[in-house]
């Protein structure tokens, strides 16, 4: 088993910056990619992934000039650095681990965190 826990969500305005921070337990050496995930209603859109020991990088194309994915595998934690924040960004983020892929679909990731409010205000 995998445990996940998000931090670093809270209420910026438009143009301000957070950084998420994902603390990684567990079984970490079964983990092959994590990713971050966005929720603004019904299923989880693919922001960034990072493959966990080699560091390969994956962005939606969207946030690719905006948010940083990075991790510290001898500290286990994941980062998502999000820079230029706008109303659009609002929403619960979630950090999720996969065993086999990195993947850009929710559904191929194993574990999950409880998630982590982050609200941009115009």
């Known amino acids: 088993q995998v445990q996940l826990v998000e931090s670093g969500g809270g209420s910026v305005q438009t143009g301000g910056s957070l950084r998420l921070v994902c603390a990684v337990s567990?079984?970490?050496?079964?983990?092959?990619?994590m990713g971050w995930f966005r929720q603004r209603g019904r299923g989880r859109d693919f922001l960034a992934a990072v493959?966990?020991?080699?560091?390969?990088?994956y962005y939606m194309p969207s946030v690719k000039d905006r948010f940083t994915v990075s991790r510290d595998n001898d500290k286990n934690f994941l980062y998502l650095q999000m820079d230029s924040l706008v109303p659009g960004d609002t929403g619960v983020y979630y950090c999720g681990a996969s065993r086999l892929y990195t993947h850009a679909s929710e559904f191929g990731y194993d574990y999950w965190g409880q998630g982590t409010q982050v609200t941009v205000s115009s």
């Open positions: 493959e966990w020991r080699s560091g390969k990088e």
């Open positions: 567990g079984r970490t050496a079964d983990i092959f990619g």
